[in-house]
């Protein structure tokens, strides 16, 4: 009699999407069918609809007049939409998905991956691909893709300390303390990606280090001084506040200048004191200007200038940097470099993730 009141009770099973988004679906039969399944998950007799079966040691795919034996409450199922499978393997453990892309996220979650433990794509004739969390694979190329997983060990240049790391993420304070700095010192903090402008961070931020072309964390002090008294910025134009919110947000110290020209408009400079430049140049910090067209953002900003004049510590020499500039009674050397511009996405933050990207060519980082 209990058997019969077991087998009449209705289950409770979670059915999940292609994101891995589960819900709580109830079903009356213990031993359903791959196509109930479906069913049970919203999808029509005529739809086509592939169904995978979560199990300890991975995932079966169930077709629809395929009985999955005696489900439990609990049990987690993928339905979606889809005409067939694609195949790939984890450490050896074959796994169907029902989409021709799948994450490095999912393929994680799938295939019950740690989060100390990295995972790569084995690739044949050149090194294996680590695979971040964002990462795309497509599954749909010739062959089965197979993943492997190893220890992970991540690297985190930390103010010119080389940090090993044992988890794919860590927090800005605990990478300081590692690296043997004052996590309450009074520091601005900047996370520096290959290809992307350097973002400001706060000491309760967490890095991710599975992110492609992570170089450096790099540290300022905020409290620099010269012993003389803290001057207001010369302001004799205003920016954009989105650019004053950027400059502001990265802890530039900034003024607009207006400089004459005899017979013309004068031209307007955006001057930026302390910047730091990368190792490998005659000078440590600089003063870094840009010229504002009256016009921008419409019109482009072109070039940058550098006060003292700079050269690479190596001897050799800088190409296109013969062009000067007088501001405020003082020659600055220009670096001609240009770039496309687009009037609705460019701006001064676009433009000095340019001049740091030039910068750390010339000295090969």
């Known amino acids: 009699m209990q058997d019969l009141q077991n087998q009449q009770r209705p289950i409770t099973i979670h059915i999940g999407d292609e994101n891995l988004n589960y819900r709580e679906v109830i079903i009356h039969d213990h031993t359903p069918t791959g196509q109930q399944i479906a069913l049970a998950a919203g999808f029509k007799p005529d739809d086509e609809a592939i169904v995978l079966m979560l199990l300890p040691a991975g995932l079966e795919d169930v077709s629809p007049n395929e009985g999955v034996g005696a489900v439990l409450d609990g049990q987690r199922f993928i339905v979606a939409s889809s005409d067939r499978t694609y195949n790939f393997t984890v450490d050896g453990v074959r796994l169907p998905w029902l989409r021709s892309t799948i994450t490095g996220e999912i393929i994680r979650k799938l295939a019950d991956v740690p989060s100390d433990k990295r995972l790569l794509l084995e690739r044949e004739d050149e090194a294996d691909l680590e695979i971040s969390n964002g990462a795309v694979v497509d599954l749909d190329a010739p062959g089965t893709e ?23 993420s860590i927090s800005v304070r605990d990478a300081l303390v590692l690296a043997g700095l004052d996590p309450n010192g009074n520091w601005l903090i900047f996370l520096k990606v290959e290809g992307q402008e350097k973002r400001a961070l706060q000491m309760s931020d967490v890095i991710d280090l599975t992110t492609p072309g992570i170089e450096k964390l790099r540290l300022t002090p905020a409290d620099v001084s010269n012993g003389e008294s803290a001057s207001t910025p010369l302001r004799q134009f205003d920016i954009l506040p989105a650019d004053a919110s ?14 004459p020209i005899t017979g ?7 001057v930026i004191q302390d910047y730091v430049l990368p190792e490998g140049y005659t000078s440590e910090k600089v003063q870094l200007a840009l010229d504002i067209p009256a016009a921008y953002p419409i019109a482009q900003i072109d070039m940058f200038y550098l006060l003292p004049s700079v050269a690479l510590c190596s001897g050799m020499p800088i190409p296109n940097v013969q062009v000067t500039a ?19 996405s460019d701006s001064i933050a676009t433009q000095m993730s340019m001049v740091d990207g030039c910068l750390h060519k010339e000295v090969g980082k």
Request: a positive charge.
């Open 146 to 168: 197979r993943f492997i997983t190893r220890p992970g060990i991540w690297k985190l240049n930390v103010q010119g300390t080389i940090l090993d790391i044992h988890f794919p």
């Open 326 to 344: 007088v501001i405020g009674g003082q020659t600055f050397q220009g670096w001609s470099r240009h770039r496309p511009w687009n009037p609705a």
């Open 246 to 259: 950027y400059l502001d947000a990265m802890g530039h110290r900034w003024e607009t200048r207006f400089e």
């Open 264 to 270: 013309s408009e004068p031209r307007r400079w955006l």
